[in-house]
């Protein structure tokens, strides 16, 4: 069998046996895709073996190609090498015993700093016509403005990516108990919280604006057409609502994720709780937040001011008393 076919039945394969997201199978895809052009279009699998491999992931890294897309592209393989045994189309997996040095690289995250993300919300406000939300009709006004700055808020307030606030079940909403249900990678599911009576205010009255609209669909955002807002929209709406608010930066959905996390290390909460709240697998992933805090730690250093506190001392006090 030739590689292409071969990928072409494990891509399959993957959409319906494992629970990846649309955009991993996509990736991995690439990756087996660009395997297969280094091989040549008329390559069959009997001919990969450790060889080929390393010298395709060294053919990658000249190319330019970062640290994290070498190792994710290692990871694609490494599944599909593994699935070409398991269907005995090769006869061992080349990639065991077999160790390539990538390198490691982490990009600190961005974050929204303070001053933007209150002009930001004051323009959403603003626009939807919402202030102290206490009923339907302030959201019925505007009700798709008020689509943008709950969406917005959620994340904010949560942490939650773009993907599970559009994903997001009327069913899953406690308002009594101010928790979200929500789905995140992996189908796994865990809780976030409406912080304060303004967020849930605000959700109610979505809610029933919703009601009022007839909208049956069970995603909590809805579009201008009353369906289910997508990703994709959510992340435009937000581009467009930065812009009009007047930042200098595009805002995306996960720099409003990173806000949340770098904010709630600021207020001192413990790193183990946002692990929980952000749906991190691994604490190593929240960790990378620790570092992102400049402002915070300049303060915290500045305080201590070591040499400040020596220098208090006059020059010579110390001999003066031996």
Same mark, same amino acid.
């Given at each position: 069998?030739?590689?292409?076919?071969?990928?072409?039945?494990?891509?399959?394969?993957?959409?319906?046996?494992?629970?990846?997201?649309?955009?991993?199978?996509?990736?991995?895809? #690439?990756?087996?895709?660009?395997?297969?052009?280094?091989?040549?279009?008329?390559a069959h699998v009997d001919q990969i073996d450790v060889d080929c491999l390393?010298?395709?992931?060294?053919?990658?890294? $000249?190319?330019?190609?970062?640290?994290?897309?070498?190792?994710?592209?290692?990871? #694609?393989?490494?599944?599909?090498?593994?699935?070409?045994?398991?269907?005995?189309l090769l006869d061992s997996d080349p990639w065991i015993g077999t160790t390539v040095a990538v390198g490691r690289t982490r990009k600190l995250p961005r974050v929204v700093p303070t001053h933007e993300l209150e002009q930001l919300f004051c323009s959403l406000r603003e626009w939807a016509d919402v202030d102290d939300v206490s009923d339907?009709?302030?959201?019925?006004?505007?009700?798709?403005?008020?689509? &943008?700055?709950?969406? $917005?808020?959620?994340?904010?307030?949560?942490?939650?990516r773009v993907n599970e606030v559009v994903n997001i079940k009327c069913h899953d909403i406690d308002l009594g108990g101010?928790?979200?249900?929500?789905?995140?990678?992996?189908?796994?599911?865990?809780?976030?919280?409406?912080?304060?009576?303004?967020? &849930?205010?605000?959700?109610?009255?979505?809610?029933?604006?919703?009601?009022?609209l007839g909208i049956v669909q069970p995603n909590l955002l809805f579009n201008m057409h009353c369906g289910a807002l997508t990703a994709p929209a959510m992340r435009a709406r937000l581009v467009k609502a930065a812009r009009d608010a007047g930042l200098g930066t595009r805002v995306t959905p996960h720099m409003l994720r990173h806000t949340a996390a770098t904010q709630l290390i600021e207020s001192g909460v413990d790193i183990r709780y946002i692990q929980r709240l952000l749906g991190h697998a691994s604490l190593s992933t929240t960790e990378i937040y620790t570092h992102v805090s400049?402002?915070?730690?300049?303060?915290? $250093?500045?305080?201590?001011?070591? $040499?400040?506190?020596?220098?208090?001392?006059?020059?010579g006090a110390m001999l003066a008393g031996v």
């Open positions: 069998m030739r590689v292409g076919q071969a990928r072409e039945r494990y891509i399959r394969w993957l959409a319906v046996a494992k629970d990846l997201s649309p955009h991993t199978i996509r990736a991995y895809d #690439g990756d087996i895709a660009a395997f297969a052009r280094h091989l040549g279009l008329r390393i010298a395709f992931i060294e053919e990658q890294r $000249v190319a330019g190609l970062s640290s994290t897309t070498l190792r994710r592209r290692a990871s #694609g393989l490494r599944g599909f090498c593994r699935w070409l045994q398991s269907c005995n339907c009709p302030a959201v019925l006004r505007r009700p798709h403005q008020s689509t &943008t700055l709950l969406g $917005v808020t959620l994340m904010v307030a949560t942490g939650m101010r928790t979200l249900r929500i789905v995140g990678k992996g189908r796994h599911e865990r809780q976030v919280f409406l912080t304060n009576e303004w967020i &849930t205010r605000l959700t109610g009255a979505y809610l029933d604006t919703r009601a009022e400049d402002g915070t730690l300049r303060r915290v $250093v500045s305080d201590a001011d070591v $040499v400040g506190k020596l220098l208090v001392r006059p020059p």
